[in-house]
């Protein structure tokens, strides 16, 4: 197969992760006989840098034209401080927007290996293997009216769905659910929010068409209970933009792999934006210590979510793990006996693999 | 003192830990030579039942007179079914709005007696002692409009603020770390949202009257995982009315002592309505197995912010804290080699300290 990858690798630790996710995606065409292309565009703190803007047109338009995209991190103390259009956060809104991708999938996983590394008890967290399925392009994230108002004296933001919205980002998380363990656990407000309301309304209706789901509503404050509690009760979580945004990232520091974790934002034809969850650590950036394992299970999402490469993605997950199993690790997992290399380094064993 | 205390019991076990709290009040008044009165009144599912809705008009207008409401528990399976205005929540949600306590205090503390309960690491729940201070009365839960339009196609509800209503929390919380260890967490998505913005700016223009304590901002995705990952290095954390409720739900599981945890909704002239934060509980009601512990720490929130009786509010706390020590708990609490008692036996023994 032929295909085109837009790279975007951002700000800070960004370039160097994109560069182990390009190198994984070569092998893979090596190995398996596509052909896959790649341009390289500005986005974040680098294209305000360079343009002035956090999102420039052409970047938009080659994510338009692309397969796929993978993104590796933007933002930095460096523009901090720039007002919010300028802020380089604005560029992954932006191209989330832009593109459509509704559906946020964060899978969250405990590794073995790792689970020394999580602040919750072992017993707690082991076997943990949930997807959070969050809405991305609506809700509290952009509804109007978000402005002041009263000569400053009063503010206000919008929380806002179309049906519509909710209906397809439901039917994408019961489509998870069929492929995983079959248990959808959908997360709101019902007791506060009309949105909320309607929220369960449709995931009531919808799961006649997914028989074989089990079903369960939870309200949100339940549920960041829970995540702590019990992690491994949850196989597919679906929830709005914000409580997504919240969960999603209280989910990622359950099993301490942190530095492990991909993320896909997709569109109902496949094109996703793939990225790693972990920020752009500037502190860190240009010395080979970053942690390209997250990216390459990005990479992994891609096959898989845009090129409906199965096989392909199933191949690089299993070559993380060899590695992890074998004890190599970069300096943020801290892996008992285990052999510490430089982020390189490990991008290299895993293609390897 | 003359003190006039409105008891709500509610539902669930709310009548077994209203009980153990008037008890408590008594054995003050008692010790202290104050004189405090009490009077009941329904809400919730159980007024529902009496009266056909959650919120009487005569439980509202006693509250309206009282210097303090101590609140048991709302709801039950009995009335889940029931339409949104008849919920009990709506008792809950109403009485809050109706006596404007805008100021919901939740502080979470680790027990060293309970650390084997948490689902943390000891190591990193250890020492933990923190305050979310949540807005109550405004944000997500109360904006309008909040309604479906386009003939049901679409939804919306509204986060709005006054900025005199952010002002007013703010202050509390300042003045709230002032007498803790003076250090503030304010907690917004000011990368996204306009309110959040405005709170920004209203935590910046506060804090030149309060150069003593320590000002720092947080995401509130960042602050969902650093509740998890190092809970103590939080001292006060406020915040909005929707993520207040979600991550002090969250906080409150951090240390094994949910049971424990009381909370209290105040305003300017410290009248408040003082509850604790576990549920009805209906599987376990009139059983004497509840956990009254929240409750009596409740009261001493009471005694301390509503009546400003700190030595008698002390008193409450360390007796709790000599009846944990010395090996005493309910079933919910597992304590090695201490001695179950039952809820009311528990009650009494903090009395008698
Ligand atoms: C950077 C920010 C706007 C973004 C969001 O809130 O969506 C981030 O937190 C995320 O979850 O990808
Ligand atoms: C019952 C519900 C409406 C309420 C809230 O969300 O405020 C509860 O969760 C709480 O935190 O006291």
């Known amino acids: 197969m032929k295909k085109h990858i837009v790279l975007l690798p951002g700000d800070g630790i960004g370039p160097e992760v994109t560069k182990a996710a390009k190198q994984v995606l070569e092998a893979i065409a090596g190995r398996y006989q596509h052909t896959f292309t790649f341009e390289s565009h500005d986005i974040g703190g680098a294209a305000v840098d360079q343009h002035g803007t956090p999102l420039p047109e052409d970047t938009v338009e080659a994510c338009n034209k692309a397969?796929?995209?993978?993104?590796?991190?933007?933002?930095g103390p460096k523009w901090d401080q720039l007002p919010g259009h300028l802020r380089p956060e604005k560029g992954l809104l932006g191209i989330r927007k832009q593109l459509g991708l509704f559906a946020n999938l964060r899978p969250v996983q405990a590794f073995q290996q790792l689970l020394h590394a999580s602040p919750l008890k072992s017993e707690v967290v082991a076997g943990s293997d949930l997807l959070i399925v969050r809405e991305l392009t609506g809700g509290l994230y952009f509804g109007e009216p978000r402005e002041r108002r009263d000569n400053g004296q009063?503010?206000?933001?919008?929380?806002a769905y179309q049906r519509s919205e909710i209906e397809r980002i439901v039917e994408k998380a019961f489509q998870s659910a069929q492929v995983r363990r079959k248990h959808l656990t959908s997360v709101d407000k019902a007791n506060v929010l009309e949105s909320s309301r309607m929220w369960r309304e449709v995931v009531e209706e919808k799961k006649q068409a997914y028989p074989d789901v089990e079903v369960e509503h939870m309200l949100v404050d339940a549920a960041?209970?829970?995540l702590v509690?019990?992690?491994s009760s949850f196989d597919v979580i679906v929830t709005e933009n914000m409580f997504g945004d919240?969960?999603?990232?209280?989910?990622?520091?359950?099993?301490?792999?942190?530095?492990?974790?991909?993320?896909?934002?997709?569109?109902?034809?496949?094109?996703?934006?793939?990225?790693?969850v972990h920020g752009?650590?500037?502190?860190?950036?240009g010395q080979n210590k970053a942690n390209?394992?997250?990216?390459?299970?990005?990479?992994?999402m891609m096959l898989k979510h845009s090129f409906g490469m199965q096989e392909e993605a199933d191949t690089v997950e299993a070559a993380v793990h060899e590695v992890l199993h074998a004890g190599f690790h970069t300096a943020d997992l801290d892996i008992t006996q285990g052999i510490e290399v430089g982020g390189s380094q490990m991008a290299a064993k895993v293609i390897e693999q």
């Open 67 to 75: 397969d796929a995209v993978f993104l590796g991190a933007v933002g």
């Open 224 to 226: 960041a209970m829970k």
């Open 154 to 159: 009063s503010v206000v933001d919008t929380l």
């Open 229 to 231: 509690t019990n992690p």
């Open 280 to 285: 752009s650590a500037p502190d860190i950036a």
């Open 246 to 276: 919240i969960l999603s990232d209280e989910a990622s520091v359950l099993t301490g792999s942190l530095g492990m974790l991909p993320s896909a934002s997709v569109r109902e034809d496949g094109v996703g934006l793939f990225e790693p």
């Open 292 to 300: 390209p394992l997250a990216s390459i299970l990005s990479v992994a």
